[in-house]
């Protein structure tokens, strides 16, 4: 991509308006060494140094969207608790407005927490609660993100599923083709293991295990490039079949990402990363990166290089984190 033409698309990442809807969590890092087995049992002894805090989950593709330039509308829920209270004080610090946000008394805050020694991460402990959202509460944000489609408040909606009760068919089935209606666009994040089937979406992006997952098909490791991966080329074929969506986003990890089209061809992105220490919310800015850059006007080859740029940055650093617009026109500036 010609640098200007890069530059056109980023300065236009300020105008765009996307709502996201999912499940919203906290990352936990509990930061320090290990240096000793314990007496108790054969697992390390970690040293506690420090303890930070992100947005993580649907909440991490809403901060990436913040950081690359975008505006953001927040729709999730989370639990009447300690951690729920630091979620929203986060929002406010990426200038995310927590006022949409649906509170549960029943529920707990989803909060992951890592332990992490020598950039290693040793253990992850996850405290949730992942039984599907009461119908009032998704009744409310169906007619909240109805409105805002009906005003033309946002450019954009993406669905990021985590399996944790937020999203289900009846949202979906519902909201995408209002917005396909009012030609705005729909991005699908999927959890293999918490199947909505619906059509119709602008972008679907799954890594290659959730599209073999999605498809009912046993993975195998063939070591062969993309573009002689028979496979693979099965799976996307019949996940365009079987969800209609215009485009197929697959990440591919060390191969970078391939993009499938109805009625075109396949396109091969290779990766970018120049070193890999963490894979933790990848994902979260592909797609992020990816729904601003075709909201911007962006064809999807175009937009689809932009999230492989800005996945290979983020891969590069420990923890869930973010890019921003200075580090994306960098990457893409070191292949010159």
């Known amino acids: 991509m010609k640098r200007i033409r890069l530059r056109h698309i980023v300065d236009k990442f300020r105008d765009i308006r996307i709502a996201v809807v999912g499940d919203l969590m906290l990352d936990v890092y509990i930061w320090g060494k290990a240096s000793r087995i314990s007496p108790e049992a054969p697992v390390p002894v970690v040293q506690v140094k420090k303890k930070s805090c992100c947005l993580g ?4 593709v809403m901060r990436n969207i913040v950081t690359l330039g975008g505006e953001v509308k927040a729709y999730g829920v989370i639990g009447e608790d300690a951690d729920g209270e630091e979620l929203k004080k986060l929002f406010t610090e990426y200038a995310i407005d927590p006022a949409t946000l649906s509170v549960d008394k029943s529920r707990r805050t989803t909060n992951k927490q890592r332990i992490i020694a020598s ?9 949730e609660d992942t039984e599907v959202i009461g119908g009032l509460i998704r009744q409310e944000i169906i007619a909240q993100l109805t409105e805002l489609i009906d005003s033309g408040a946002v450019d954009a909606v993406i669905f990021e599923d985590y399996g944790k009760g937020v999203l289900d068919e009846e949202m979906l089935s519902r ?15 999927p959890k293999p293991g918490h199947l909505l089937k619906v059509q119709g979406l602008t972008v679907m992006k ?17 070591g062969l490039p993309v573009e002689a991966d028979g496979q693979l080329h099965q799976v996307a074929a019949q996940l365009l079949h079987d969800w209609k969506p215009d485009y197929l986003l697959i990440s591919l990890a060390a191969q970078g990402m391939a993009l499938f089209r109805q009625d075109a061809e396949m396109v091969v992105i290779p990766t970018k990363a120049r070193e890999v220490y963490d894979v933790s919310g990848a994902g979260d800015t592909v797609i992020a990166a990816f729904t601003l850059a075709l909201s911007t006007g962006a064809d999807p ?8 740029h800005a996945a290979g940055i983020v891969v590069g650093k420990v923890g869930t984190v973010t890019v921003s617009k200075e580090e994306l026109i960098e990457s893409f500036n070191r292949e010159v």
Do not use: C, K, M, W
């Not at 950039?119 to 405290?127: E, K, M, P, W, Y």
């Open 175 to 189: 909201l995408i083709p209002h917005a396909r209606a009012r030609n705005i666009i729909t991005a699908l994040d």
């Open 57 to 60: 989950g649907a909440a991490n």
């Open 206 to 222: 799954p890594n290659r295990s959730e599209a073999f997952a999605l498809a009912g098909v046993f993975p195998q490791e063939n």
């Open 301 to 308: 080859v175009e937009a689809a290089e932009i999230a492989n």
């Open 119 to 127: 950039a290693q991460q040793l253990l992850r402990v996850d405290f």
